[in-house]
């Protein structure tokens, strides 16, 4: 099981810690951008992990999908999407149901690069716009990639979650 409301609590604590470890500090106001921009550098990661494009200039890709890797960047941008609620106050919108988390399966996604790149729109638009709803379809456009298109189990996926969120409060 998910424990969205637990993770948003530690995710938290994990961001007032690592921002007391920038090399560079980040203004109070720009804190929202430093977030949004890992964010989506992570999002972009896990798309070429996934192999979800095909390089248009010479660059390395990985070879084949490695499940391991892609539950572990799934992870860090699940842990992202957390950070982001916590900054920007918006983290009623971050817990979720079983029932809700059963209705994804209804419509499968068959090509990933339009889901990535909706989950991506849908993110810019959160931060320009300030729109919680943008930033709640993005999240819910997530999760679904993952539980049903990646095919990740909630339990690998909690057991990841919290890795991830350890690794960083170490």
């Known amino acids: 099981m998910l424990d969205f409301a637990g993770y948003l609590r530690i995710a938290r604590a994990v961001h007032v810690d690592m921002s007391y470890g920038w090399a ?23 798309m070429q992990v996934a192999n979800v494009t095909q390089p248009t200039v010479p660059m390395a890709m990985p070879k084949e999908s490695d ?14 999407f957390l950070q ?14 079983e ?16 889901q ?4 991506k729109t849908m993110l810019l638009n959160s931060y320009h716009q300030k729109r919680q709803s943008d930033f709640s379809h993005a999240w819910r456009s997530f999760l679904k990639l993952g ?3 990646l095919q990740l189990s ?13 690794m960083a409060n170490d």
Do not use: C
């Open 67 to 80: 499940a391991d890797a892609i539950l572990k960047s799934y992870a860090q941008v699940f842990v992202l």
């Open 116 to 119: 990535f790149m909706g989950i």
């Open 84 to 97: 982001t609620a916590n900054i920007m106050q918006w983290t009623h919108l971050m817990v979720m149901e």
């Open 154 to 166: 909630p339990e690998a996926l909690d057991a990841q979650v919290q890795k991830t969120l350890q």
């Open 147 to 149: 539980l049903v298109e």
């Open 99 to 114: 029932a809700d988390l059963a209705k994804f399966s209804r419509f499968p996604q068959r090509q990933l690069g339009h």
């Open 24 to 46: 560079t500090p980040v203004k109070r106001d720009d804190v929202p951008l430093n977030v949004y921009l890992n964010l989506d550098v992570a999002l972009s990661e896990l």
